[in-house]
């Protein structure tokens, strides 16, 4: 009989869960659309060219939120014979210039506007527009990091984990990307009005460049940690050790299984994972006992894990109990 199934793994995403994304994803890009909105009328109104480029700030985080989109629609087409295991690492790539996008046009872009007004000293604007355009784009990327909060909270919670690890285990890296420029987004915004009432108080505009600084340094870490996970699930990243060893033991527990001495998986997309292993056999079974055993072995790793899309096993020649554990990736 199979063995009975588990909570789901974060290095899995059924189509709920998909659906959840696609969701955190528009509703950030629609509070990102108002933010740019608000920000580009302050900017006509008050004469601030702080404020118009924080408006192209604004869209460009728009433009993110198009690309994770497109990640989460072109990652979920079917196998063909082309991509005989699907498209799912496409997702990765459009998450992956959806992270490049942030560092050049938020990180790259607020440094060096912070840089040029120092230099200049040139006056922000409107305080009083400037205070009420950073109130309305608090609101907007409030929502927006509510809706992603409670996603990763209500999934960190039914796996039992932290969401300090789902974030680092989970394979969806639109609602990860989503997280992580939300936060930065209400901390950049602190920042701002920070850096303005400074300004404001001392008549130095040397604050308001410290704080489009620090907001693009805050960016650039977002950036560097968003493309890291996306480029070590572009090479191919295994899934979590937890679940690597769970496999080794549902495939040892196979009955006319001696060991299992080598266990490889990878990540094919958000939730899509292949399993290959070489197992040993015992010597007296009959080719027909091992196909047997083999499919029972599928059907089995899919009850427990139903992101598990592929599995392919090699017979081969090993020693009795010595099985592959420890394996995958330990964060």
Not at 26 to 35: D, T
Not at 118 to 126: Q, R
Not at 159 to 173: K, N, P, Q
């Given at each position: 009989?199979?063995?009975?199934?588990?909570?789901?793994?974060?290095?899995?995403?059924?189509?709920?869960?998909?659906?959840?994304?696609?969701?955190?994803?528009?509703?950030?890009?629609?509070?990102?659309?108002?933010?740019?909105?608000?920000?580009?009328?302050?900017?006509?109104?008050?004469?601030?060219?702080?404020?118009?480029?924080?408006?192209?700030?604004?869209?460009?985080?728009?433009?993110?939120?198009?690309?994770?989109?497109?990640?989460?629609?072109?990652?979920?087409?079917?196998?063909?014979?082309?991509?005989?295991?699907?498209?799912?690492?496409?997702?990765?790539?459009?998450?992956?210039?959806?992270?490049?996008?942030?560092?050049?046009?938020?990180?790259?872009?607020?440094?060096?506007?912070?840089?040029?007004?120092?230099?200049?000293?040139?006056?922000?604007?409107?305080?009083?527009?400037?205070?009420?355009?950073?109130?309305?784009?608090?609101?907007?990327?409030?929502?927006?990091?509510?809706?992603?909060?409670?996603?990763?909270?209500?999934?960190?919670?039914?796996?039992?984990?932290?969401?300090?690890?789902?974030?680092?285990?989970?394979?969806?890296?639109?609602?990860?990307?989503?997280?992580?420029?939300?936060?930065?987004?209400?901390?950049?915004?602190?920042?701002?009005?920070?850096?303005?009432?400074?300004?404001?108080i001392t008549g130095a505009e040397l604050w308001d460049g410290l704080a489009s600084i620090a907001i693009g340094l805050l960016l650039l870490v977002?950036?560097?940690?968003?493309?890291?996970?996306?480029?070590?699930l572009l090479v191919g990243r295994a899934v979590p050790r937890r679940m690597h060893n769970q496999i080794a033991d549902d495939l040892a527990g196979?009955?006319?299984?001696?060991?299992?001495?080598?266990?490889?998986?990878?990540?094919?997309?958000?939730?899509?994972?292949?399993?290959?292993?070489?197992?040993?056999?015992?010597?007296?079974?009959?080719?027909?006992?091992?196909?047997?055993?083999?499919?029972?072995?599928?059907?089995?790793?899919?009850a427990r894990y139903p992101g598990i899309q592929y599995v392919f096993l090699d017979p081969t020649r090993g020693r009795a109990g010595r099985n592959?554990?420890?394996?995958?990736?330990?964060?």
């Amino acid at each position: 009989m199979p063995a009975p199934a588990e909570p789901a793994d974060p290095s899995e995403s059924p189509d709920d869960e998909g659906n959840e994304s696609v969701g955190t994803v528009v509703v950030a890009g629609l509070a990102n659309l108002a933010i740019a909105a608000a920000k580009l009328v302050a900017g006509m109104l008050s004469g601030s060219a702080a404020m118009l480029s924080e408006a192209a700030h604004s869209l460009a985080d728009t433009v993110t939120e198009v690309f994770l989109f497109v990640a989460l629609r072109r990652g979920t087409k079917q196998p063909d014979e082309e991509h005989p295991f699907g498209y799912g690492k496409e997702s990765f790539v459009w998450a992956f210039i959806a992270a490049l996008f942030t560092f050049v046009g938020g990180a790259g872009f607020s440094i060096y506007h912070g840089v040029t007004t120092i230099i200049s000293g040139e006056h922000s604007g409107d305080f009083l527009v400037s205070y009420i355009v950073l109130g309305v784009s608090f609101l907007a990327e409030g929502t927006s990091f509510l809706k992603a909060q409670r996603q990763v909270t209500g999934e960190s919670k039914r796996w039992g984990i932290t969401r300090r690890r789902f974030l680092r285990l989970t394979s969806d890296t639109t609602v990860k990307a989503v997280y992580f420029e939300d936060s930065a987004a209400l901390i950049g915004l602190i920042l701002a009005a920070a850096g303005i009432a400074l300004s404001q108080i001392t008549g130095a505009e040397l604050w308001d460049g410290l704080a489009s600084i620090a907001i693009g340094l805050l960016l650039l870490v977002v950036a560097t940690v968003l493309a890291r996970a996306n480029v070590s699930l572009l090479v191919g990243r295994a899934v979590p050790r937890r679940m690597h060893n769970q496999i080794a033991d549902d495939l040892a527990g196979i009955p006319v299984v001696t060991a299992v001495p080598t266990l490889l998986t990878m990540q094919l997309g958000p939730g899509a994972i292949l399993v290959a292993a070489k197992v040993d056999f015992n010597d007296d079974v009959s080719g027909a006992e091992i196909e047997a055993a083999s499919d029972e072995a599928e059907r089995r790793l899919r009850a427990r894990y139903p992101g598990i899309q592929y599995v392919f096993l090699d017979p081969t020649r090993g020693r009795a109990g010595r099985n592959h554990r420890d394996g995958g990736v330990d964060i």
